[in-house]
């Protein structure tokens, strides 16, 4: 599931952040915790978020959350080869799209760890 942020402002993440979370629930899953980097917008939502009993784990300073990082690396190398097949070049506008449509491809296939 992605979501498209207008901003990195601690107010849109935290509309996002409900938007995805509703969108999880409505689809029966449980979340308990969630993986961030330690930047500052990120961990405000820690309120936020607790309030809807997700406990945020943010990285160690200097660090990136792991999982998350390999996650956009292999989505911004599956975007590539969408990109690179096209027979035209796609317009900016409709990047947003292409990033959704790789994430839902993404996410058909359950993870291994």
């Not at 207008?6 to 409505?26: C, H, P, T």
């Not at 406990?55 to 300073?61: D, G, M, Q, T, V």
């Not at 491809?105 to 291994?112: G, I």
Request: with cysteine; charged share 20%; proline share 5%.
């Amino acid at each position: 599931m992605s979501n498209y942020l207008k901003a990195k402002d601690s107010k849109f993440i935290e509309k996002e952040l409900n938007a995805q979370v509703s969108g999880y629930r409505a689809k029966h899953f449980d979340i308990h915790s969630a993986q961030c980097d330690s930047e500052s917008t990120l961990i405000a939502q820690s309120a936020p978020l607790g309030m809807m009993g997700i406990h945020l784990e943010p990285s160690a300073p200097g660090t990136h959350a792991v999982v998350v990082e390999r996650t956009i690396g292999i989505l911004r190398v599956g975007l590539r080869k969408i990109l690179s097949m096209l027979p035209y070049n796609l317009p900016s506008s409709l990047i947003k799209w292409l990033v959704a449509y790789a994430v839902r491809f993404h996410n058909v296939f359950p993870s291994v760890s």
